[in-house]
């Protein structure tokens, strides 16, 4: 496949608290995009239940496989196309700030936990990951998985990469006054790395919190290809995977590496 539609669900779409709205909101939206031909949804961090839930997040985080799971599975496969969703996903006694993606025909294809948590808020609620790449491939295309504060890291950017990652899906509960990473800091990640990028953000006020919005898919060439407002949108676009080759043999950043420099840097 010379490329992948994607579509990037921005804004909360359900209401915070409420994982049955958030449900119904994205079968609507996986409607929509499915009849623009996306091939993949994307939707904010902690979609299914809101970001800012304070005490909720341990109560409504369910298991990977739980009654939400099931629901989401159903959308993808009614509507033939993979959706990747963020959550608190419950495991145990711990919870942790996650995304799963599920394929067209609603199987499970991979499933990511956070590595780098922001804010006290965040380290209070969760528990860290501890696998830094998580892949799964889509239509031929290789698709990577971090969430939110996990892309401002070049390394973990740089791992993907060098893991054959050809889109990297970041679900992000990006707030203000950062609205320099969407705008400046995830197209650099994209062109330093080579890969496309797409961020999905939540916007609106929640909490104490006002999101930025701003969603984008970036290319490897560090161009974005399509940017939203700040409010609640759908964004489609391609990911041109033959960008990616082009791009490596004009300015070979991979292949240049010199690696046995950096180990000390830990």
Known sequence: MSSLRTALLQGPAGVPGSVTESLDALDGAARRAAAEGARLLATAEMYLTGYAIGDQVAALAEPADGPSAHRVAEIAARHGLAIAYGYPER?????????????????????????HLFGDFERAAFTPGDTPVVQA??????????????????????????????LLV????????????????????????QLHVAYVNRSGAEGEFHFTGLSCLAGPDGVVRARAGTG?????????????AAVRADTPYLADRRPELYRSLG
């Open 170 to 193: 970041v679900p992000t509960a990006l707030m203000r006054p950062y609205e320099f990473v969407p705008h400046t800091l995830v197209p650099a990640r994209a062109y330093e790395s």
């Open 232 to 244: 609640e949108e759908l964004l489609v676009a391609d990911a041109d995977l033959a960008l990616i």
């Open 137 to 166: 491939t889509l239509d031929g295309v290789r698709v990577g998985l971090l969430i939110c504060y996990d892309v401002e890291f070049p390394e973990t950017v740089r791992a993907h990469a060098l893991a054959g990652t050809e």
């Open 91 to 115: 495991d145990g006694d711990a919870v942790y700030n996650a995304v799963r993606l599920v394929g067209p025909d609603g199987a499970p294809l991979a499933d990511y936990r956070k590595t």
